[in-house]
């Protein structure tokens, strides 16, 4: 079955240092996605990204984040400056053209991100 | 603000018995809705989707939807210690290019 892959599966890092997390999206998969799990709290949305350009984000989505797909097969997501409460796991996923968010994603397995 | 609400548990349930999860939602332009089941330290995964009134079958899953009362249910019949988890409702905003989860319903099935 075709997974998402995320890279890191884990990754510390200093406040304020800048982190890249990576995703593969599925192959033939057009809409690309990052959510958060901040540790027993809800998967919250961060960004939608189609046709490269950003589709919706959310409040959550400041200047400090931003996100790139340099070739065809990876998704990044860039956090410039962390502040402590970035620590959390973050999601990738993605979804076909025909589906969009209608049909579900696929998520990856995440990064959890610690900020010391 | 569009929202997702469960209950967050925790529910258990005896081995064997059917486990009943609950969710509502705000958007009334939600068309599609979502089970993910979250093992800890595990990303969610996908078990059920249904996009129209009434129920839905998947082997020991059976998903409702009522949209008039904009509720959505998860049946867990035959309930299996493995099926101890945290259950995620979500829902696709009107526009359906995102999906907003809930903040998930904590099952713990009983030997």
């Known amino acids: 079955e075709p997974e998402v892959t995320q890279t890191p599966s884990h990754q510390v890092t200093q406040m304020g240092q800048e982190v890249i997390l990576r995703c593969v999206p599925i192959?033939?998969?057009?809409?690309f996605y990052w959510y958060r799990q901040i540790l027993g709290q809800k998967v919250e949305f961060l960004v939608s990204?189609?046709?490269?350009?950003?589709?919706?984000k959310s409040e959550i989505f400041d200047d400090q984040f931003s996100v790139e797909r340099p070739d065809g097969s990876n998704f990044t997501l860039k956090i410039r400056s962390t502040k402590l409460e970035d620590s959390a796991m973050y999601f990738c996923?993605?979804?076909?053209?025909?589906?969009?968010?209608?049909?579900?994603?696929?998520f990856g397995s995440g990064t959890r991100l610690t900020v010391v | 603000q569009k929202e997702v609400e469960q209950n967050s548990g925790p529910l258990s349930v005896p081995e064997g018995a059917i486990a009943s999860l609950n969710c509502t939602y705000s958007?009334?332009?939600?068309?599609?809705f979502f089970w993910y089941r979250q093992y800890s330290g595990k990303s969610p995964e996908l078990i059920m989707s249904i996009y129209s009134n009434g129920d839905k079958e998947d082997g020991r899953f059976t998903a409702q939807l009522n949209k008039a009362s904009q509720y959505v249910s998860l049946l867990i019949r035959d309930s299996q210690p493995s099926d101890s988890a945290t259950y995620l409702c979500?829902?696709?905003?009107?526009?359906?290019?995102?999906?907003?989860f809930g903040s998930g319903t904590r099952l713990s099935i009983r030997p």
């Open positions: 996923a993605s979804s076909d053209l025909a589906g969009r968010a209608k049909y579900g994603y696929t």
């Open positions: 958007d009334r332009g939600s068309q599609s």
């Open positions: 990204f189609y046709n490269n350009e950003i589709s919706e």
């Open positions: 979500a829902a696709t905003y009107s526009s359906a290019s995102k999906i907003i």
């Open positions: 192959s033939n998969h057009l809409y």
